[in-house]
């Protein structure tokens, strides 16, 4: 539950970090079976989601035994924010404070994402079994308003989150270029007595963040904190030495060259030893109805939401204009175990289901998901399904912009399959015109891209979807399950059933659809076959 509730807080933050109004949530869910630690996991989605007034409008939930030790949650968010008007997380004007606002810090998080991030866990590892962090959605409102408020205001000159190793980590993010901190950690508001300097550096307590203000600001954004009853204090200043100093009652504590945390850390050479790989059947339960997870998050909270989760890809209005942006993550199929077809179809299927919305894709961002990296097969399978995914974004022409990595997903040895989940978003031109349920009458068509995966058919079929999204009633990419399930999904999500001959399954991408029978000349014939009708 808290490990779900503060992923989504934790992915909100970076947003808010650039000076952006988070919009949208997104996550991905692979779990072993819909039990109750599946359960857990979406009601904590939920729970921070709906507190905090952002919309979870998609994603994907995946079940494979293979994930029975190592379930993993991951979190997109989409925000908003004028393009000159993007906050960088970095300490440029010496001589300012740094500030740290939000929560108090505790022992909560110590020792959780940075350490799981860098070891896997065996039975005689209790030590790595880190305290959970704890998220306060509430508290995580009041910092996003008053955030953006700060940023509104011009009254900061950088924003960082605390996330993974807390303001050891934000802090070396920010110190670049030449630029150090000296951090008074005797001066962070804590919520327990007796914490260690130590603990105070590297606490991964929820809902804080980190800004650079110059000393004539500081008495304004202490009363925005204020207001929002946010603790808001100088915990140190921007320096010109370059180093990273931590104090304590004015005694260092430590101090490291800043740029060896950042752009001079050690870089890794990664042995690759290639694996035979074999697919293993998809579990039965993802063929089950998934409409029970969403319908307990708040799906049209901000009111943007013009086409809900259910089918591909949600949209979301861009007030006051028509436009929209339609939003979709995507991993590789259950039972998928190569890592580079794993890569490009995670890839494909985000931006099809983007094009089934009606929307131009225009970026993707990625999270790689896999065990220990230092093992030369999981080197190998990072390797390969990062090229898979830069083979598949080249081909469509689709720039990947951000992403993370989860790595040393492993217990007792045990790896989870290779996982890198694609979130894609798209821009649709009129929110007014959208694919959405087919109707009584209507012609069902099947659009394919010939050949096993073709890459050049791939970008030529998603061009044809969304380009002819305004006269289709529906639109829907067929995914693992085939045609036969797709068409399932489809007359579960319009109501009427439809007469259909089916067709045999395919290697390449295909997308079913329907339009009214005076539209079916407007979209040409090419890679279109006619398969049914509406009841």
């Known amino acids: 539950f808290q490990g779900a509730a503060t992923g989504v807080g934790g992915i909100l933050r970076d947003i808010v970090a650039m000076g952006a109004r988070p919009i949208a ?83 909560d998080g110590i020792g959780g994402a940075s350490v799981l991030a860098s070891a896997e866990l065996g039975e005689d590892d209790p030590d790595k079994r880190p305290s959970v962090q704890i998220g306060d959605p509430f508290t995580g409102k009041k910092l996003i308003e008053a955030s953006l408020e700060l940023v509104d205001g011009g009254l900061v000159e950088s924003l960082q989150d605390c996330g993974a190793a807390g303001l050891a980590s934000a802090l070396a993010e920010m110190a670049r ?31 804080r963040m980190v800004a650079v203000v110059r000393p004539q600001m500081l008495e304004a954004v202490q009363r925005i904190c204020e207001r929002w009853d946010l603790a ?15 104090f304590f ?14 752009e001079e850390c050690p870089r890794y050479e990664l042995l690759r030893e290639p694996q035979p790989t074999s697919n293993v059947p998809a579990s039965p339960h993802n063929s089950s109805p998934k409409t029970w997870i969403y319908e307990q998050y708040d799906q049209l909270v901000g009111s943007r939401t013009v086409r809900r989760p259910g089918l ?51 970026a993707l961002t990625d999270c790689l998901n ?15 399904a990062i090229e898979g995914i830069a083979h598949a974004a080249d081909a469509l022409g689709i720039p990947v912009v951000s992403g993370n ?31 959405g ?68 399954d395919v290697a390449g991408g295909r997308v079913l659809l329907a339009c009214a029978p005076a539209d079916v000349a407007r979209l040409g014939t090419k890679g279109l076959e006619r398969i049914g009708t509406v009841r």
């Open 25 to 107: 949530i997104l996550d991905g869910l692979r779990f072993a079976a819909p039990d109750h630690h599946f359960r857990q996991a979406v009601a904590g989605i939920g729970h921070y989601g709906n507190s905090v007034g952002v919309a979870t409008v998609g994603g994907e939930a995946v079940f494979d035994e293979a994930y029975r030790d190592n379930c993993l949650v991951n979190a997109m968010c989409v925000g908003l924010l004028p393009a000159d008007r993007v906050t960088r997380a970095r300490a440029t004007a010496i001589g300012a404070h740094v500030v740290l606002f939000g929560a108090t810090t505790g022992r």
């Open 177 to 207: 270029d030449g630029a150090g901190i000296d951090v008074h950690l005797d001066r962070v508001p804590v919520r327990e007595a007796g914490l260690e300097p130590w603990e105070i550096m590297i606490s991964e307590s929820q809902e």
């Open 232 to 246: 808001c204090t100088a915990i140190g200043d921007v320096t010109d030495t370059g180093e990273l100093r931590a």
């Open 249 to 262: 009652d004015d005694e260092r504590v430590g101090a490291i060259r800043a740029a060896l945390l950042t």
């Open 312 to 362: 591909d890809a949600a949209v979301l209005r861009l007030r006051p204009s028509l436009r929209g942006l339609a939003v979709s993550l995507q991993g590789p199929p259950p039972g998928e175990r190569d890592p580079y077809r794993a890569g490009l179809l995670a890839v494909l299927g985000a931006a099809r289901n983007v094009a089934c919305a009606g929307g131009e894709p225009l």
């Open 370 to 384: 896999f065990g220990n990296p230092e093992k030369p097969e999981i080197g190998w399978e990072l390797g390969r």
């Open 405 to 435: 990595v989860s790595l040393y997903n492993e217990t007792d040895g045990r790896a989870i399959p290779p996982t890198p989940v694609v979130g894609c978003i798209g821009l649709v031109p009129d929110v007014r015109f959208l694919p």
């Open 437 to 504: 349920a087919w109707r009584s009458g209507d012609v069902v068509l099947l659009a394919t891209a010939p050949g096993e995966l073709d890459l050049a058919a791939e970008a030529a079929l998603l061009r044809y979807v969304w380009k002819a999204a305004g006269v289709l009633t529906l639109a829907h990419a067929v995914s693992d399950g085939g045609l036969e399930q797709a068409l399932r999904e489809a007359e579960a999500h319009s109501g009427p059933e439809a007469d259909v001959e089916l067709v045999e």
